[in-house]
């Protein structure tokens, strides 16, 4: 072997190892590299604030309420902004509060905190109810359609100027028993966010029509709604005591247990929670 053999041996040696440590550094700068976080999860996004550029506090997180204000909703496999209104102000939780022909709401403009919008495939027209009602309704029209049954919802939640809107158009229209039809704005469960007006296609998805009363689906509901926590708010020959006509189609949300009570008691939804006051 030559000596100029081993000299050429020793320079590529030197130039590999001098390669192999030139890399190794920039390999280990690169994996210690401030900035290389990991990838954010959709379950906490964080959002750099201006005071992070001031580095007091670095970053704040934002909760799916603050970066969502109002409930986003599945509909048509969309995600929509809420449609439905929000309350501007902090008002009492009136879910289940005792509402009547006589009986007020104490904030004439109450809105429920929990609106959200009904699948078109289950109203008639685009319907808000709370949150605590619709997730039963749902469940109920589900078994009511493997029933056999289809059932609609033609109105759930109106606001006080709605429902002033509407008592004005029926007593305008001439109707004698209009206050007897129709709530006095303030004075609704329909502003509870917790009622419904239900219809069928077997009536043509009318609304708020005696026609309804003799429907297989007012049968149906009227032996299987309280099951889903649901009652009649102002049944045939209770006139009197609740001061409004039949309707068949008027069904507020009460919870089961509530519901069930009312159902075996023959008390109206009024006597019931009047009883559970005192
Ligand atoms: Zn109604």
Not at 175 to 199: C, F, I, R, W
Request: charged share 15%; glycine share 4%.
């Amino acid at each position: 072997m030559s000596k100029k053999y081993f000299s050429t041996l020793f320079i590529l040696a030197f130039i590999i190892t001098l390669i192999t440590l030139i890399l190794s550094f920039f390999l280990v700068k690169l994996l210690h590299h401030p900035e290389s976080q990991p990838f954010p999860t959709v379950s906490s996004v964080t959002l750099e604030t201006e005071a992070s550029q001031a580095n007091t506090p670095p970053t704040q997180t934002l909760t799916t309420k603050e970066l969502f204000p109002q409930t986003p909703v599945v509909h048509n496999q969309t995600v929509l902004k809420n449609p439905c209104p929000v309350p501007k102000k902090d008002y009492a939780d009136y879910s289940y509060l005792n509402v009547g022909q006589n009986i007020a709401i104490p904030d004439k403009t109450y809105v429920p905190a929990d609106l959200v919008l009904l699948d078109k495939s289950i109203s008639t027209s685009p319907i808000c109810l709370s949150n605590q009602a619709a997730i039963p309704l749902i469940v109920m029209l589900i078994a009511a359609k493997e029933a056999g049954y289809t059932i609609k919802v033609s109105s759930g939640y109106r606001s006080y100027t709605t429902q002033q809107g509407i008592l004005s158009n029926d007593i305008k229209s001439g109707n004698p028993h209009a206050t007897e039809l129709v709530a006095k704005p303030g004075y609704s469960e329909h502003q509870l966010g917790m009622a419904v007006d239900l219809t069928s296609p077997s009536i043509n998805d009318a609304s708020a029509t005696g026609k309804f009363a003799d429907t297989k689906e007012a049968a149906w509901l009227q032996d299987n709604a309280y099951k889903y926590g649901f009652i009649e708010s102002y049944p045939e020959d209770k006139e009197e005591i609740t001061g409004y006509m039949y309707e068949a189609w008027h069904y507020r949300f009460v919870g089961i247990a509530n519901a069930l009570a009312i159902f075996q008691s023959g008390e109206t939804t009024n006597q019931y929670l009047e009883g559970l006051q005192n």
